[in-house]
């Protein structure tokens, strides 16, 4: 079955860096796009960024453009974030999700791992 | 890129149906078909309810439907139940300077 697994999350200073990580299992890993999705306390989800499945292509959200920066590792079946200048704002629940369709993109997400927490402290 | 428009609670009866709706422009729900909706319980991860308009993937109820017209998407929950109460979410890819967004969010309360 499908698993995402997120991990890296913590309370890190404003102005510091934070690299968070997705394991997947259960599909093929290298031929889907991957998405990472913040939520906020009390707030909405944000859509954060997206990799291509074959880690060419990269987009993101306003919010992090320029701050975080996202790869992947079809080796090791694993998705990164890495957030650099973190603000007090970036404070969310981070999820990592699966796009649904493979080898192109729904712009939809079917699998969501658990999520890590990120606080950022002022 | 501003959050789509969703209405903020909608609320219904057991077995009643309920729609919400998600409203945005000609750049994104307006403008492209790859529209989809979450469920989403407190302290789980969200579901994915509905793609591309009104698909639903394999698992998921068929009280539940999606559609689209002009630049507003909505959800349609039939037969609602108690399982049913949770936040919901649209969502769409975009032509903007971020190439998805998604809804403000709807809390839909089961009375």
């Known amino acids: 079955q499908v698993q995402l697994v997120e991990s890296g999350g913590g309370v890190v200073q404003s102005g510091r860096s934070l690299r968070l990580s997705c394991a997947a299992s259960?599909?093929?890993?290298?031929?889907?796009?991957m998405h990472w999705v913040r939520q906020a306390p009390g707030k909405g989800l944000e859509w954060v960024a997206v990799?291509?499945?074959?880690?060419?292509?990269?987009y993101y959200g306003d919010s992090v453009k320029g701050r975080f920066t996202i790869s992947r590792d079809n080796s090791k079946n694993t998705v990164f974030l890495q957030m650099n200048s973190l603000r007090p704002e970036d404070t969310a629940i981070y999820y990592c999700?699966?796009?649904?369709?493979?080898?192109?993109?729904?712009?939809?997400?079917?699998?969501w791992g658990q999520g890590t927490l990120v606080t950022v402290s002022s | 890129q501003s959050a789509l428009t969703q209405p903020a609670s909608v609320s219904g009866s057991p077995g009643q149906s309920i729609t919400i709706s998600c409203t945005g422009a000609?750049?994104?729900?307006?403008?492209?078909?790859?529209v989809s909706w979450y469920q989403h319980h407190p302290g789980k991860a969200p579901k994915l309810m509905i793609y591309?308009?009104?698909y639903r993937p394999s698992g998921v109820s068929n009280r539940f439907s999606g559609s689209k017209s002009g630049n507003t998407a909505s959800l349609t929950i039939s037969g609602l139940q108690a399982e049913d109460e949770a936040d919901y979410y649209c969502?769409?890819?975009?032509?903007?300077?971020?190439?998805?967004?998604f809804g403000s969010g709807t809390k839909v309360t089961v009375l």
């Open positions: 999700a699966r796009e649904t369709r493979d080898y192109g993109s729904l712009w939809a997400f079917d699998y």
């Open positions: 259960g599909f093929t890993f290298s031929t889907y796009s």
């Open positions: 990799i291509s499945s074959d880690g060419n292509h990269d």
């Open positions: 000609s750049s994104d729900v307006g403008g492209y078909n790859y």
């Open positions: 591309h308009v009104s």
């Open positions: 969502g769409s890819y975009t032509s903007g300077s971020t190439p998805y967004v």
